[in-house]
């Protein structure tokens, strides 16, 4: 949405120079193209303003390790006080070596994704200096980016987000600007894939997006409560999920919930699977509540975070044996009561250790006479892991489709196995995968499967028949899909009745 604040009756001229023809040797610094409107073109306006609103912002947060920020893009006096408050929670002494600024191109439409490396970028507080070797190496290495000069030209998305880092970060930086022309979830996945190796604690990644536009403010709070909601769960196909459930409901004036919906979903596409990762909401507006807006015609705004959670906080699980009776028990008695009774029976909390409160993925297995009969888990740590157990007994003893469903008589022949899950970690060559001692997680598209790391002892297996057969029998993607499919280790507690 537009600065009504700062703009004039003609928008200041695009310094930008452009031509299809331009030499790659020959430098090109990126002009402001929407100082003086979206926000003020002289220097000591613009420190003022960012003053101001970095002083209604939401106060930071004790949370560390941020290595990602959602902000708005619009107009500062609509959205300013939004991208403050998700700009005040970064640290702002630390020495970042890259940052990453992703929006989605609001002007033209192409395939993939333009990283501008023909300079730098100039604002009125001065030069923000783009890291052109990263750039070149990313659209050398990746035919899913080019480098586009046209998608940058007139984009605000980025842009806007420069003076913030500007005013907030104490040290030098450099930027990877990057536009995304794609409207295709499949595209966003390649261009996160090229992007994971450098979301972590050395770099920063903002993701540019406004949330709903033009419905009524009543609805739009609605609206970006769900969408919002949605992304905090750290699954992409949740986001698509609320999107498509938002538009079907035919609400007034909406034209988009998400229009930076491409780079928000890279984004989850990155973390995604990644328990350590953590989305924190922080602070939501939309335009009517500045006094520049309308309450019947608004835009959305909302400040998320994203950290990595400390290390030194899975360094020191462990389960004790009573512990791990505990977890087989809730097991049994779960499998007992629901196939008997579709009885999910209550647990005590007051009985258990700290240890089995704390979120974590499991699985559980169960086996009749060696054979495998039923094995169903969950990655994502959002639940306490007794939960986890009892919900994965349930599952794997009445929805594992390869088996029928579990009958009362055969309940007593049951071995139960149960594997708590470590976080998981992408790995970018097999050469990191050490037989039984890691399970693999793999995707590729929409598709996806994994092995625990006690089929590949059970097996036998090399590694190549490991990840074969994950890729052919669990993933659906053909024996060699695992090739060009993003891989992921863990590791796992095992314990099972036998035991």
């Given at each position: 949405?537009?600065?009504?604040?700062?703009i004039?009756?003609?928008?200041?001229?695009?310094?930008?120079?452009?031509?299809?023809?331009?030499?790659?040797?020959?430098?090109?610094?990126?002009?402001?193209?929407?100082?003086?409107?979206?926000?003020?073109?002289?220097?000591?306006?613009?420190?003022?303003?960012?003053?101001?609103?970095f002083?209604?912002?939401?106060?930071?947060?004790?949370?560390?390790?941020?290595?990602?920020?959602?902000?708005?893009h619009?107009?500062?006096?609509?959205?300013?006080?939004?991208?403050?408050?998700?700009?005040?929670?970064?640290?702002?002494?630390?020495?970042?070596?890259?940052?990453?600024?992703?929006?989605?191109?609001?002007?033209?439409?192409?395939?993939?994704?333009?990283?501008?490396?023909?300079?730098?970028?100039?604002?009125p507080?001065?030069?923000?200096?783009?890291?052109?070797?990263l750039a070149?190496?990313?659209?050398?290495?990746?035919?899913?980016?080019?480098?586009?000069?046209?998608?940058?030209?007139?984009?605000?998305?980025?842009?806007?987000?420069?003076?913030?880092?500007?005013?907030?970060?104490?040290?030098?930086?450099?930027?990877?600007?990057?536009?995304?022309?794609?409207q295709?979830?499949?595209?966003?996945?390649?261009?996160?894939?090229?992007?994971?190796?450098?979301?972590?604690?050395?770099?920063?990644?903002?993701?540019?997006?406004?949330?709903?536009?033009?419905?009524?403010?009543?609805?739009?709070?609605?609206?970006?409560?769900?969408?919002?909601?949605?992304?905090?769960?750290?699954?992409?196909?949740r986001?698509?999920?609320?999107?498509?459930?938002?538009?079907?409901?035919?609400?007034?004036?909406?034209?988009?919930?998400?229009?930076?919906?491409?780079?928000?979903?890279?984004?989850?596409?990155?973390?995604?699977?990644?328990?350590?990762?953590?989305?924190?909401?922080?602070?939501?507006?939309?335009?009517?509540?500045?006094?520049?807006?309308?309450?019947?015609?608004?835009?959305?705004?909302?400040?998320?975070?994203?950290?990595?959670?400390?290390?030194?906080?899975?360094?020191?699980?462990?389960?004790?044996?009573?512990?791990r009776?505990s977890?087989?028990a809730?097991?049994?008695?779960?499998?007992?009561?629901?196939?008997?009774?579709?009885?999910?029976?209550?647990?005590?909390?007051?009985?258990?250790?700290?240890?089995?409160?704390?979120?974590c993925?499991?699985?559980?297995?169960?086996?009749k006479?060696?054979?495998?009969r039923?094995?169903i888990?969950?990655?994502?740590?959002?639940?306490?892991?007794?939960?986890?157990?009892?919900?994965?007994?349930?599952?794997?003893?009445?929805?594992?489709?390869?088996?029928?469903?579990?009958?009362?008589?055969?309940?007593?022949?049951?071995?139960?196995?149960?594997?708590?899950?470590?976080?998981?970690?992408?790995?970018?060559?097999?050469?990191?995968?050490e037989?039984?001692?890691?399970g693999i997680?793999?995707?590729?598209?929409?598709?996806?499967?994994?092995?625990?790391?006690?089929?590949?002892?059970?097996?036998?297996?090399?590694?190549?028949?490991?990840?074969?057969?994950?890729?052919?029998?669990?993933a659906?993607?053909?024996?060699d899909?695992?090739?060009?499919?993003?891989?992921?280790?863990?590791?796992?507690?095992?314990?099972?009745?036998?035991?």
């Amino acid at each position: 949405m537009v600065n009504t604040k700062f703009i004039s009756i003609i928008l200041p001229c695009l310094l930008l120079l452009y031509s299809h023809g331009q030499s790659q040797d020959t430098r090109l610094d990126r002009q402001p193209a929407v100082a003086g409107s979206f926000y003020p073109a002289g220097r000591a306006e613009l420190e003022a303003e960012l003053q101001q609103l970095f002083a209604k912002a939401a106060p930071a947060r004790e949370t560390q390790n941020i290595i990602a920020v959602i902000a708005p893009h619009a107009g500062y006096v609509f959205s300013g006080e939004v991208a403050a408050s998700a700009f005040n929670q970064i640290d702002p002494s630390k020495q970042f070596e890259n940052i990453f600024i992703l929006g989605s191109s609001h002007h033209i439409a192409f395939e993939g994704a333009s990283v501008y490396s023909q300079g730098d970028f100039i604002t009125p507080l001065g030069t923000v200096k783009v890291n052109t070797g990263l750039a070149d190496q990313l659209i050398k290495n990746n035919s899913i980016f080019s480098n586009r000069m046209d998608a940058h030209a007139h984009e605000h998305s980025l842009e806007v987000q420069l003076p913030f880092l500007q005013v907030r970060l104490k040290k030098n930086f450099k930027i990877v600007p990057i536009v995304l022309g794609t409207q295709s979830p499949e595209t966003c996945r390649r261009i996160a894939r090229a992007l994971q190796p450098y979301l972590n604690l050395k770099n920063l990644f903002v993701i540019s997006t406004d949330f709903s536009h033009y419905p009524g403010a009543a609805d739009a709070a609605v609206i970006d409560k769900a969408t919002a909601e949605a992304i905090l769960t750290n699954s992409p196909e949740r986001l698509l999920r609320s999107m498509a459930g938002s538009e079907r409901k035919n609400i007034s004036g909406l034209v988009t919930c998400l229009c930076g919906w491409t780079s928000v979903l890279t984004l989850l596409d990155m973390t995604e699977g990644n328990a350590e990762a953590v989305y924190t909401h922080i602070r939501y507006k939309n335009s009517g509540d500045s006094e520049y807006g309308e309450k019947n015609r608004v835009v959305g705004y909302q400040a998320i975070t994203v950290s990595l959670k400390e290390q030194k906080e899975q360094s020191g699980f462990r389960l004790s044996g009573k512990d791990r009776k505990s977890l087989l028990a809730i097991a049994r008695s779960t499998v007992e009561q629901y196939v008997k009774n579709h009885i999910k029976p209550d647990i005590d909390e007051k009985d258990l250790s700290s240890v089995l409160k704390t979120n974590c993925g499991a699985f559980v297995t169960l086996k009749k006479g060696g054979n495998l009969r039923g094995c169903i888990g969950r990655f994502d740590a959002s639940a306490p892991l007794y939960k986890v157990v009892q919900e994965m007994a349930i599952a794997s003893s009445t929805q594992d489709t390869r088996f029928m469903p579990v009958e009362s008589n055969e309940i007593s022949g049951l071995d139960i196995e149960i594997s708590v899950l470590t976080p998981m970690r992408p790995i970018r060559s097999i050469d990191e995968i050490e037989l039984g001692k890691h399970g693999i997680y793999m995707r590729k598209g929409y598709r996806s499967g994994t092995f625990l790391p006690q089929v590949a002892s059970e097996t036998g297996w090399t590694k190549e028949e490991f990840l074969g057969h994950c890729a052919q029998d669990k993933a659906g993607i053909g024996w060699d899909g695992w090739k060009d499919a993003e891989l992921f280790v863990y590791e796992a507690l095992v314990f099972g009745e036998k035991e």
